[in-house]
């Protein structure tokens, strides 16, 4: 209720009203799913990061990207090893290879980051497994 100069009630108006003040934006504690499970590519660092860290450790999806990254670089680090002990053949083959393993690598962080549980052949049903398994 509003004091007028001729209000009957006689109640003053309100001294130094206190201007309700807005809470803070909620934040978030840690990474979103979609940024830990794109952030497990990156290397295989962060992956066994977050299948140590709380809360991560918890989301399946996140064990998932986690398990499919490190055993991809595993995969990878292994075929170049093999790779290299066959003379020129193996080593045009380990090029091709790593360009494949490149664009394989930018399409599991794009998948990752858009939510999707996108599986390599057999390193994704493996990573599946084990992402399933506390």
Known sequence: ???TPGD???TP?????VPPTPYPPAQSAGLSQNSAAALAYVTFIPA????VMEPYNR???IRFHSFQSIAFAVVAFAIHIVLMF????????????SLLFFVLWLVVILKASKGEWYKLPIIGDFALQQSRSV
């Not at 066994?48 to 299948?51: E, Y």
């Open 48 to 51: 066994i990061i977050f299948l």
């Open 86 to 97: 066959i003379p020129i053949i193996g080593w045009i083959i380990s090029l091709l290879l």
């Open 13 to 17: 108006p309100p001294v130094n009203p």
């Open 8 to 10: 009957p009630t006689g």
């Open 59 to 61: 989301n399946p999806f």
């Open 1 to 3: 209720m509003d004091y």
